[in-house]
């Protein structure tokens, strides 16, 4: 039987005419997440906002998490004031994905977070966020991508002794570190990582790429977005499949 993969959904982007996304009250996925999870094996189950009272229960149904793309997080969530690059902000949104990811690290829930997922689990953890990479100036990579979404644009550098190392390219044990080319959609990246957390994936300027935790089986973030390539790379397909893997594992071991 498939296994049950939350996915984190919010508010639409700031694009669309304001009072057209208040008086429609419409919730957010893009497809191409959960198309990612059905492929991979998983049934998508898609978590709107709920009160953050209501995690418990959410999570009691689900086997994996997948926490997706979207605005900024509240910087006051990590004890900073805003600063003027700070992008748009879904409170409703923070407050539920903050209770949900610390339970489910509470539980080890098999997580894999995407973007914006990846600075709320390291926001979460007790770590810190870069609110704006376009205050930097010198020798810095371009992490808005003109190119298509599909299209992997910067080089990351990958420890070879990570997890994420061994569920990219599915050989078990450590390596000699590896670079690969992905996609870049951001403008915030992790700063601190959290306690217990490590960088596993930074780009040729310094910029964090991914995170994962060293005390839970499997808890994953990148900063770049895999259900974008997934049909053109094998690397973004074991991603998913690593989470939907864990999740099953999960299940069938009755670890609930
Ligand atoms: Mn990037």
């Not at 229960?57 to 997706?68: F, H, I, P, S, V």
């Amino acid at each position: 039987m498939r296994p049950r993969v939350g996915l984190t959904a919010g508010s639409p982007p700031a694009h669309l005419p304001s009072v057209l996304v208040e008086a429609a009250d419409i919730l957010v996925l893009p497809g191409a997440y959960w198309r990612a999870v059905w492929d991979a094996g998983g049934v998508p189950m898609i978590l709107p906002p709920l009160p953050a009272s209501g995690t418990a229960e959410a999570l009691a149904g689900l086997d994996g998490l997948l926490l997706t793309g979207g605005p900024d997080p509240d910087p006051a969530h990590f004890g900073e004031e805003p600063r003027p690059g700070n992008g748009r902000i879904d409170p409703e949104r923070d407050g539920w994905e903050l209770a949900l990811i610390r339970a489910a690290l509470e539980v080890d829930l098999p997580l894999l977070a995407v973007c914006r997922g990846m600075q709320m689990l390291n926001v979460a953890a007790g770590g810190t966020v870069v609110q704006d990479l376009g205050e930097r100036t010198g020798d810095v990579v371009k992490h808005r991508q003109a190119a298509p979404r599909w299209y992997p644009t910067h080089l990351v550098s990958i420890h070879g002794a990570s997890l994420l190392r061994r569920i990219l390219t599915g050989l078990e044990g450590d390596s000699e570190p590896f670079t690969l080319r992905v996609n870049s959609f951001h403008h915030q990246a992790v700063a601190e990582p959290a306690p217990g957390f490590l960088t596993t994936a930074v780009a040729a300027d310094g910029v964090s790429e991914a995170i994962e935790s060293d005390a839970h089986s499997f808890v994953l973030g990148v900063q770049w977005h895999p259900e974008a390539m997934w049909r053109r790379d094998e690397g973004s397909r074991n991603l998913f499949r690593g989470l939907v893997a864990a999740a099953h594992a999960r299940r069938a071991g009755g670890m609930r």
